[in-house]
């Protein structure tokens, strides 16, 4: 990946003390971590979950509390039909 290359590059000439480096050097420890997560669906995955998140946000719903009763919707058995009311401009206010 070109990322973990520009850091290796990029690490010498930082101050090691610096949250910059503090962040490089745990990407890079973690690196096959970081690049299983988009050969696993994982990038896809977390795009949805964000664009759901922003989604509140510009509605005015807070994510959080979003999230926790569609969730519990969905858990107790929700339609597939009415899928629209769970969407964040749906949530009561």
């Known amino acids: 990946m070109e990322l973990f290359a520009l850091w290796q590059k990029t690490l010498p000439r930082i101050s090691g003390?610096?949250?910059l480096a503090e962040a490089i050097r745990y990407a890079t420890s973690?690196?096959?971590?970081?690049?299983?997560?988009p050969s696993d669906g994982g990038g896809r995955t977390w795009a949805t979950i964000a664009t759901l998140f922003q989604t509140a946000k510009i509605n005015n719903v807070d994510p959080q509390a979003w999230l926790s009763q569609t969730l519990e919707r969905i858990a107790n058995g929700w339609p597939s039909s009415d899928l629209d009311a769970l969407m964040p401009w749906n949530y009561p206010r």
């Open 30 to 37: 973690r690196r096959s971590i970081f690049e299983r997560f």
């Open 17 to 19: 003390k610096s949250k």
